[in-house]
């Protein structure tokens, strides 16, 4: 950080070090054991080396710094003395930390050396502030490529000095990060030997662990990447110590994602070693050592998650929940359906990648190009799957309202209106027709409930309408502007169709008028809402190889080798947690203490020729196509066997990702 924990000649050494230079003592301590020594180095340092050199910070439109390094400055030079000092000592490579622009207002850098750059780059002044218009679309486009240029530098001067040397760099182009950090999901996860994100209860949620490793593979498909995670209960920065199961649930969810795992412990000041950290870390390392060979296979993914970065930077502005909300949430309702997802990333949304899955899914992506319709219709008309939500396709490329779909021909309807209200209601009705009865499972027919978040009016076309949209019912002061609208209110009178099913080609296409993914992230999460999703894509895929059944609080990752089936279940149960002291009622979930049991039951598509567990203690029962467990333990490998398929014309839609 703020100094050198070596004998630096660019930055201050910590004042408490004296004579010692713990980078020397490492690198020799190192070296008995064959261990190879990865140097923290942090770019967005602040504090003394910032006020010794006031040039090299970011400046406000005002023309006010405001404590961050700017990386069209002098910088980089002083960050590539500081790589070569540390390259000198015999380290074998760098995690690079903070390549933020930060991560909220003022925005910069309006400093005299940006203004050049942006002058040269397009030919006009830098925008007047925050406009969203097309000079802040530029405005963007400079922001990532500055972050960009200074990471490609700074890998290309260490790749000089030392050609063996790895570099990666910490990523914020995953939510909850957008755009005010000055990185974009692929565009910044490229630049490194691996990308490196990171995880955990304290700030992405106990949900987001797997989201996070699957949203770094699909930035790199196919290469290594790394996610960390802490020791401490709370976050980096502190000194306690996880119980194991805790440590064991979120190191076994990365691994079983097929991610680098690096658990991060901060030396306590006075430089003792927590020896309880250390056996527990130990622990939880010798095991999975003991379960290496069940990690790395190539994942089976059917449904993918497509992930807009235009949506989130144009239709979420300064508020990126606003879209990413509805991408959490259908994650949510995928997950606790143990259906198997992947990531789908719109800047390398390729026709290869889109057809890896069976199924994708548009989570409010509001802003879609001529080129990503062009490519999800093909997808479609070829045989794929596609589940719409919300607003998708009804914005412009800058993120406000179109006055017509651009998915029009996809969803088969036209849109008439969007409702100006979030809390918006849908009836199923009480007789499904038989083709589509799948669709409201464990749904009350006839019964209005609240799907909250966007809605449109749609007028079908070639679509089949299912079900009603109902608009909120308003009260006499809310109608006066005598109250607000943040609370939810019953449903009023039916305004168009709930959902339409369109036959396009050879696929299919489901499109939500109302937003079950914003709804299942929302603080009404209406089971209902989630069930409209997972529905939607068990409908679409009725007959998928391998079928999970298992308490939502356990979750799923499915990998395949040939005949091989591997299905991995992580339970999560923490104990209830009492009433915070501070931002009541946001409650941080429990640490996990004792491992969850629980039943579940696998189904298969072909007859099941061996399964076994990995866990002694694990039950394991199979019959025919169905293995059933009953599981005592945070992380279980259950291994299959099926019989080799009937001969017979290949199937023309992949079954499994490799990665």
């Known amino acids: 950080g703020e100094y050198a924990y070596y004998n630096s000649r660019v930055a201050p050494k910590a004042p408490g070090l004296g004579a010692r230079d713990v980078l020397a003592e490492t690198v020799e301590e190192a070296r008995k054991h064959a261990q190879h020594v990865i140097a923290y180095c942090v770019v967005q340092q602040g504090g003394r080396f910032l006020r010794e050199h006031p040039a090299f910070e970011m400046r406000g439109v005002d023309g006010k710094p405001f404590g961050r390094f700017c990386y069209n400055s002098g910088y980089l030079e002083s960050m590539k003395a500081l790589v070569k000092e540390q390259l000198a000592y015999g380290i074998d490579g760098f995690h690079i930390d903070m390549l933020d622009q930060g991560f909220g207002p003022p925005y910069g850098c309006w400093c005299d050396a940006c203004k050049r750059l942006f002058q040269e780059e397009y030919g006009r002044p830098m925008p007047s502030g925050v406009t969203w218009d097309e000079d802040w679309g530029r405005m963007l486009e400079f922001r990532y490529n500055t972050t960009q240029r200074f990471e490609q530098a700074l890998r290309e001067e260490i790749r000089r000095l030392n050609p063996a040397a790895t570099v990666d760099f910490n990523y914020h182009g995953s939510p909850p990060f957008s755009w005010e950090v000055g990185q974009r999901p692929v565009q910044h996860a490229v630049n490194g030997d691996f990308v490196t994100g990171e995880t955990g209860i304290w700030g992405f949620s106990a949900l987001s662990v797997g989201l996070t490793a699957e949203f770094l593979a699909a930035t790199t498909p196919g290469a290594p990447y790394q996610v960390a995670m802490q020791r401490g209960v709370r976050m980096y920065h502190d000194q306690t110590t996880r ?57 089976y993914q059917t449904i993918g998650l497509y992930y807009s970065h235009r949506t989130r930077d144009w239709y979420g502005r300064e508020n990126a929940s606003r879209y990413q909300q509805s991408f959490h949430g259908a994650h949510r309702a995928l997950a606790y359906a143990h259906l198997p997802w992947g990531v789908i990333l719109d800047e390398n949304a390729t026709p290869d990648r889109l057809r890896k899955f069976r199924t994708v899914v548009l989570p409010i992506a509001g802003v879609l190009s001529e080129g990503e319709v062009r490519r999800l219709a093909d997808f479609v008309e070829q045989g794929g799957s596609l589940v719409v939500t919300g607003w998708s396709g009804l914005l412009s490329e800058r993120g406000e309202p179109a006055k017509a779909s651009s998915i029009t021909r996809l969803v088969g309807a036209e849109l008439v209106y969007r409702l100006d209200s979030e809390d918006n209601h849908v009836r199923l009705p009480a007789a499904l027709p038989r083709p589509y009865a799948a669709l409201g499972a464990g749904i009350e027919p006839g019964w209005p409930f609240l799907v909250k978040g966007p809605a449109a009016v749609l007028r079908p076309t070639t679509a089949t309408p299912i079900g009603e949209l109902l608009k909120p019912h308003r009260t006499v002061r809310q109608i006066q502007g005598k109250e607000g609208f943040d609370w939810p209110l019953s449903a009023d009178a039916p305004v168009g169709p709930a959902i339409l099913v369109n036959r396009f080609g050879k696929g299919t296409v489901v499109t939500f008028a109302a937003s079950p993914d914003f709804a299942s992230a929302s603080e009404h999460p209406v089971v209902e809402a989630r069930l409209l999703l997972s529905n939607a894509a068990r409908w679409l895929d009725p007959r998928p190889l391998v079928r999970v059944e298992a308490p939502v609080n356990v979750e799923s990752v499915i990998t395949r080798e040939g005949e091989r089936i591997r299905v991995h279940l992580l339970g999560y149960a923490p104990p209830a947690n009492p009433m915070p002291p501070s931002n009541r009622p946001y409650v941080i979930p429990a640490l996990l203490e004792d491992a969850p049991m629980y039943k579940a039951t696998i189904r298969f598509s072909r007859p099941v020729r061996t399964a076994r567990a990995l866990g002694k203690g694990t039950r394991v029962e199979h019959s025919g196509n169905v293995v059933q467990v009953l599981v005592n333990d945070v992380h279980e490998v259950l291994v299959v066997d099926l019989d080799a398929p009937r001969s017979g014309p290949p199937s023309a839609r992949p079954q499994s990702r490799a990665r």
């Open 243 to 299: 119980p194991l199961n805790d440590l064991r649930w979120e190191l076994f969810t990365l691994l079983a994602h097929n991610a680098q795992v690096n658990i991060v412990d901060k030396t306590a000041y006075d430089v003792w070693l927590d020896p309880v950290a250390y056996r527990r870390i130990g622990q939880a390392f010798a095991e999975a050592r003991a379960k290496r060979a069940h990690f790395g296979q190539p994942t």
